[in-house]
Structure formats: structure tokens, C-alpha cells
């Protein structure tokens, strides 16, 4: 594959959903384990996906050698539709740099409110069900000038704008763990050693679309 294709699989699986029949295909690292956490926040009044969810992000965390880290822990404690909100207070949790742990926490902060907004973007479809930006505009030419900017221009130039992804995960990494080379871990070790959701199980799938 061509650089351009393996970055754009690459933005593809950090915005899909990571469920049963989005399972990823790619080796997951750091990067998915941001994902899986905000889709626990934005599934957080859905019961059957929070359990998922939270099991496959503990369940990479520790496949990724994250097991007693601040970042773990977080999943164990924080109540589902607040890890984004509480990631930033991480550097003040088990870690012996405290003198900078105010300016990480600023920076994970601005960091951690572009990644999501990238990925609400990135899955806009099922973000704005109802009521899409701009819905409430009166006047029709300029709802629709807005509606097509979103659900038309927006679209083409994801795949550029998603690349922010590829970054923000970089430094996010640096700040919040501080450890180089990052792991990664490909989905069939993570079911066989680390109890990862199987998709293919149909006890799996059938929990996943439960609530639905």
C-alpha cells in the first residue's frame, strides 16, 4: 500500500466504531485506545456498549503494557461520558514529574478536545441524526449553503483534515506516557491473551446489538 492508503486505513479505523462488524483490522496501539475511550463517552447511556467498550479498552491497555498506569486505571474509576474530561488530570496521578504536570495538563486538555472533535466530524453521519449544524437557520439559501459545506465539501476533505489524528496521537502518547517506541498489538493476540471482545462470537454480537 501507498503511504497516502496506509494513513488514510489508519484514520479510517481510529473513527470507526470498533464494533463487531467494525472490528479493526490493522495492529492497534495508543491511538486505538483514545478511540475506544471517547466511543465509551459517547456511548455512555447505552449499557450494553459500555460494557464492550470498557472491556476492549482495558483489555488493549493491558495488551499494550499500560496495566497500573494512570491511563489504565482511569477506565477502572471514571465513569463512562467523562474520561475525555478527566484524561487531562493524568499527569497528577502516579508520576514523579509533578513540577510540569500544570502545563501537560493544559496541553492535554486543548489536545484532547481537538481529537474528539475530529472525530465527531468523522463520524458525523451518526453524530447529527437529527438535527444537523445549521438545521436552525431560516433563510433556505443559507441552510442549504451550510448543509452543503458540511455533508459535502466537509466530507471530501476529511481525509485530510483526519491526519490531525495521526499527530495528536504522537504527542498525545509523549504526554501522557512519556515512553518510546510505542507498542502495538494486533487484535487476535488481544482475544487470545488479554479477554478482547471476539467478533466473530455470536454471544459477543448479540450483547454488542442488545441494547439497540
Known sequence: ?????????????????????????????????????????????????VKYYRQCALSLAEGLGLKGRSVFRLVEVTP???????????????????????DRKAAITQLTELRADVLKIGTYQDRWPVSWPGSGIIETELRERVFAVLFTALQGQFSSFG?????????????LLGI??????KIHQLIAEYHYPNPSDSRVRWEYYSGE
Open 180 to 185: 518510546q517506541p510505542l507498542k502495538e498489538v
Open 1 to 49: 500500500m501507498t503511504q497516502n492508503r496506509v494513513e488514510q486505513t489508519r484514520i479510517d479505523q481510529l473513527t470507526s466504531t470498533y464494533g463487531p462488524d467494525e472490528a479493526p483490522r490493522l495492529p492497534m496501539d495508543f491511538g486505538d485506545y483514545l478511540s475506544l475511550l471517547w466511543r465509551l463517552d459517547k456511548h455512555a447511556d447505552q449499557p450494553a456498549k
Open 80 to 102: 463512562p461520558g467523562q474520561l475525555y474530561k478527566q484524561l487531562p488530570n493524568a499527569p497528577y496521578r502516579g508520576t514523579s514529574h509533578l513540577i510540569d504536570a500544570h
Open 163 to 175: 491526519r490531525l489524528l495521526l499527530v495528536v496521537d504522537i504527542v498525545l502518547a509523549d504526554l
